[in-house]
């Protein structure tokens, strides 16, 4: 009787160690109402087509920082660099061999994938300071490189002349930017999906293991490096992926997309919505660009100050509490 007590209950911790694994990635009502209410953004704001893609496109490459630096712990001051090799790749595939988007598409993923798994190897393995000057340094050698190879990309001048073909051969792109930002928000959806079940799978829940404690792992035997270059192969062809729709939807890639400020508006981004959560990407894109529109409209010169204010707020006050104006007096000072 004991023994067959025994086995069941060795028999049961597995399949509690499994549910309570799988349970997060059950999908909640509130998200099902908010992918709803997103879909529906581009009926309801048709007139605000190119904000909805630029805000799509913004909270895809955020999802891609967040992957490799919310759950990873991997900081990165030069994502811009996938970004821009997947905007230049699919700008370039456009014009000198086919026009198709989800093509262009899927160049400009598998471009960023490939320059994160051959970069992965001098990120993991060094510290934060360094990871930091790496990344940056990737980025500006790519921006250098493209400026200098202007006979390819368009130098200072940019790549122009990227025309699209339809969008599965019906949808024209259009100036109002209302089939760019259906385009981008399905891409976003089905980028969300996945990041759903890579932060849920076992790859994801060693990741934040990793983030928290890497000398654990270490001593469990894990192949840390190995992880660590997969998810960030993994963040980098994400943010290839928003390059792409980038220069897809605009006809137009420069070297705007490698430049320093690409990567530090993603990361105020990330720092806005929330890093290790993933409605933080979208929910910081958001509000990020809806600030720097606001913003502009009233000051177009000094809109950075506003958002750098902003953010020693958000430091200092708390994304809890900055939301939430009833807690800044503390009740029963007297």
């Known amino acids: 009787m004991k023994n067959a007590a025994a086995s069941k209950s060795t028999d049961a911790a597995p399949t509690q160690g499994a549910a309570l694994l799988l349970a997060p990635t059950k999908w909640r009502p509130w998200e099902y109402a908010l992918w709803l209410l997103i879909a529906a953004t581009p009926f ?24 490799i630096l919310g759950y990873a712990g991997i900081v990165s001051l030069g994502h811009a660099a996938y970004f821009g090799v997947g905007a230049y790749g699919a700008a370039l595939f456009a014009k000198h061999v086919m026009p198709d988007p989800l093509v ?5 993923t598998a471009l960023g994938a490939v320059l994160g798994l051959l970069t992965s190897p001098m990120i993991v393995r060094g510290t ?53 930002s259906f385009y981008s928000l399905a891409v976003l959806f089905v980028a969300f999906v996945l990041m759903r079940r890579i932060v849920h799978s076992p790859l994801g829940v060693s990741m934040q293991a990793l983030r928290d404690n890497r000398l654990r792992l270490q001593a469990l035997g894990m192949s840390v490096n190995a992880r660590l270059a997969a998810v960030y192969t993994v963040g980098s062809a994400l943010a290839g992926s928003a390059g792409a729709l980038l220069s897809q939807t605009t006809g137009f890639a420069s070297l705007d997309v490698l430049d320093f400020h690409r990567s530090a508006d993603v990361m105020t981004t990330l720092i806005i919505g929330g890093a290790g959560w993933l409605w933080g990407g979208l929910i910081g894109a958001v509000a990020f660009k809806v600030l720097h529109d606001l913003i502009s409209s009233v000051t177009t010169q000094y809109w950075t100050f506003w958002i750098g204010l902003f953010l020693v707020l958000l430091m200092l006050v708390g994304r809890e509490r900055l939301f939430r104006p009833w807690t800044w007096v503390r009740r029963g000072a007297g």
């Open 44 to 67: 309801v704001f048709a007139q605000h087509g190119a904000l909805i893609n630029e805000i799509a496109i913004l909270a895809l490459f955020a999802l891609s920082l967040d992957l």
């Open 128 to 180: 934060d300071l360094t990871r930091l000057m790496v990344t940056m340094g990737i980025a500006l050698v790519l921006y250098e490189l493209a400026n200098q190879f202007g006979e390819f990309t368009g130098g200072a001048d940019g790549l122009q002349g990227v025309v699209m073909g339809p969008l599965l051969g019906r949808f024209e792109f259009d100036l109002a930017g209302r089939v760019a």
């Open 104 to 108: 262009g598409l899927a160049v400009g």
